[in-house]
């Protein structure tokens, strides 16, 4: 998974500590966390096309939340970023080598990695579609009580 879903996850709780509909510029953003505004752009517009960020164009533009933490799961921000495709893909590499003049029908019914993987996978999907953007940000400000506050602060916003 790349390192742009955790920007994306902690550029979308930054926007909701800010708590308002004024749109944040990207170059705000990306220095809030000191990472580069160009490829952070690249995430946030993906956020922008999944429908989990809204964009203002201009001098004043930006982007701010299009819907709430509790309407957000983190698989939604996964496929954003990383989009819908399985994460492991199997190739069937043992029709080759060794395997390549196994009769055919020893191939006709998955493998075990690839079923293993498909399994995990799955469980995986279902425990990011199970827990919302709300439920990490309630997490993180039980552990930094005065998180949003520092947010709001270096943006500005307090």
Not at 39 to 55: D, F, M, P, T
């Amino acid at each position: 998974m790349s390192e742009g879903v955790e920007w994306a996850m902690h550029c979308c709780l930054t926007l909701a500590w800010l708590g308002d509909d004024q749109p944040v510029p990207t170059a705000k953003l990306a220095a809030g966390y000191e990472l580069p505004p160009a490829y952070l752009n690249k995430q946030l517009q993906a956020l922008v096309r999944a429908g989990i960020l809204a964009s203002t164009p201009g001098a004043r533009g930006g982007f701010r939340l299009a819907r709430p933490l509790d309407k957000i799961t983190l698989m939604d921000v996964v496929t954003a970023i990383e989009g819908p495709d399985d994460a492991f893909q199997c190739t069937e590499i043992r029709q080759r080598g060794a395997g390549a003049e196994a009769p055919v029908r020893q191939f006709r019914a998955p493998c075990a990695i690839s079923t293993a993987m498909r399994k995990a996978e799955l469980a995986w999907r279902r425990a990011l579609t199970a827990q919302t953007l709300a439920e990490v940000q309630a997490a993180a400000d039980r552990h930094a009580p005065n998180l949003a506050d520092g947010v709001r602060r270096w943006y500005g916003r307090g």
